[in-house]
């Protein structure tokens, strides 16, 4: 794949250096992937489903809905079951699923919209991983018994193949 250059000379505190200071890419080269092509974009906007992440919050590993946004900092969520409350950015883990709810949508609407994205979100690897550790976390002990002792009969299964 072809590129194109600018070139443009690079004014310097000491005037001695002219480098190369814009480069543009007139494609994208398969060495040189464009920016955000294998991932997807996390934006903070209306619909965009997000996870509260702190521990402290009442709403720790719920999963709600950005329906306004009230500042830089803050975003008015909503979600089936709690009440609309304004919170930080700093407590939300942003999801990659979109919900095309509009602004401050009524709670019918809302909760249609919702259980499509919990269930994208749990069939998806970072819901897969806290279900994951919620049953983990609700073993007892003779349940984590048991766990080891599989563990160790695997074990001892790889030994004797791998011998």
Known sequence: MEASFVLAPCSLSSGTL???CRLRVARAHPHFPLLYSHYEQRNVELGRV????LKADKLYGKLVVIVDLVDQNRVLVDAPGIKRC??????????PIKLDTGRCPDAAALEAAHKGAVAEFAASKWGQKIAKQGARKALNDFDRFKVAIARS???????KAMA
């Open 50 to 53: 997000a996870l509260v992440n």
């Open 153 to 159: 009969k695997r074990s001892a299964i790889v030994k």
């Open 18 to 20: 002219n480098l190369l």
């Open 86 to 95: 304004i919170i930080n950015l700093k407590r939300l883990a942003i999801t």
